[in-house]
């Protein structure tokens, strides 16, 4: 994130003094272990998903229209194929026509093959030589198994197995790149979701040895549902009272991705949310918040139901995967009235604070936001939410 940030802070100082000049053998150096990194990630998606599920529009992974939801790991090896897209076109305004560059980079990712093909043309005619050629083997419009060749002959970049790979992810030191822990976390998630045997013990050497907490958690979380024997599909814990174990990280990212909420937000964006959130339960007819008290929270209902009650009279009943508080903490008003617990019931709980503190910093998640808050209904009930 750090890297993309510096990226974007040298385009804005280029794009205000047309002075400033980069040295040219630096970016071309950059821009070539950019390429590596995405013909890596490339190689690995396909890897684990064969691209069957999915297609490259330009050099981007876009999945098929047909309701299926990418595992983890497509989801974020997908984006940071897209973030290093996004770099590479940064560097190239630091050493070529800023606006030329933008426009093509518009063209390129429009969807529109007559505006792409005509972008390829004119970086074409503008690279040359190592640029030229790392940078086309990111964006020309050639076949996946073709930018895989180039990844070999390039980079000695080479498709593994589905378990080589995956063990290969579940075994990136996070000290190293601190930036992957969506994707280990989420390559340890699949050990468990596919039931790939063969990564058990790497996955129990990485519950009692990792020194990264989260790998820590995560590894564990896994190994104690592979000890458990066999299971139904699902992420979350069922039951209810004492049997509802407190919920690791990994499961708190794929419980949000279901809260319509943060519906627009991508996987990246979802971890970041589960970061910030903690678990709460309460008992039957427990009161959660009253009315005129300060929004300090927003809440998603994991388990159980919660009502909200409106001066004096009932309203909303919000069950699993559901939320509420949203706009009382976006609006900064006291709250409009009572949340009370149905049924005993485990809720995740995002402090205003934390939130705003993230999305100060995170302005995709901001944008995400805004895309799902202005589908929202305004009538009374939605108001309380």
């Not at 490259?56 to 497509?74: E, F, H, I, N, S």
């Not at 073709?146 to 593994?160: G, N, T």
């Not at 929004?295 to 994991?302: E, K, Q």
């Not at 049924?343 to 999305?359: G, H, K, N």
């Amino acid at each position: 994130m750090l890297r993309s940030k510096i990226i974007e802070a040298l385009v804005y100082l280029r794009a205000r003094d047309p002075q400033i000049v980069f040295k040219r053998r630096e970016i071309t150096k950059i821009l070539s272990r950019k390429a590596a990194g995405y013909l890596r990630l490339l190689a690995d998606l396909w890897a684990v998903s064969s691209l069957h599920e999915a297609r490259l529009d330009g050099p981007l992974a876009v999945w098929t229209k047909d309701g299926r939801v990418p595992t983890l790991p497509q989801q974020l090896l997908a984006q940071r194929l897209a973030k290093i897209v996004s770099d590479i076109f940064g560097l190239l305004e630091l050493i070529e026509n800023p606006e030329d560059v933008r426009a093509a980079q518009r063209s390129l990712l429009s969807g529109q093959p007559k505006l792409r093909a005509r972008a390829l043309e004119y970086l074409d005619n503008t690279l040359s030589g190592s640029v030229r050629r790392d940078v086309f083997a990111v964006i020309d419009d050639a076949p996946p198994a073709d930018k895989l060749r180039r990844a070999q002959l390039f980079f000695d970049i080479r498709v593994e197995s589905p378990e080589e790979t995956l063990g290969r992810l579940i075994r990136i030191d996070p000290w190293d790149d601190p930036s992957a822990i969506g994707i280990i976390l989420a390559a340890l998630h699949s050990v468990w979701n596919e039931e790939i045997v063969a990564l058990y013990p790497a996955v129990k050497s990485l519950a009692d040895e990792s020194e990264d907490p989260m790998v820590r958690e995560t590894a564990a979380w896994v190994s104690q549902r592979v000890e458990g024997g066999p299971r139904t599909r699902g992420v979350l814990a069922t039951g209810g009272g004492d049997d509802m174990a407190p919920m690791a990280q990994i499961e708190m990212m794929v419980f949000l991705q279901g809260v319509d909420l943060f519906a627009h937000c991508n996987a990246e964006e979802v971890l970041r949310l589960a970061a910030i959130a903690s678990e709460l339960n309460f008992e039957k007819n427990e009161v959660i918040f009253r009315r005129n008290d300060a929004a300090d929270s927003l809440y998603c209902v994991v388990e159980g139901r919660v009502r909200l009650d409106a001066e004096g009279e009932q309203g909303a009943t919000i069950g699993a995967s559901g939320r509420f508080g949203v706009f009382d903490i976006l609006s900064g008003r006291a709250r409009l009235g009572d949340a009370v617990a149905v049924t005993d019931s485990r809720v995740l709980v995002i402090e205003a604070e934390d939130f705003f503190d993230l999305l100060s910093n995170n302005i995709e998640i901001v944008r995400a936001l805004f895309r799902t808050v202005i589908t929202l209904s305004e009538d009374a009930d939605e108001r309380l939410l």
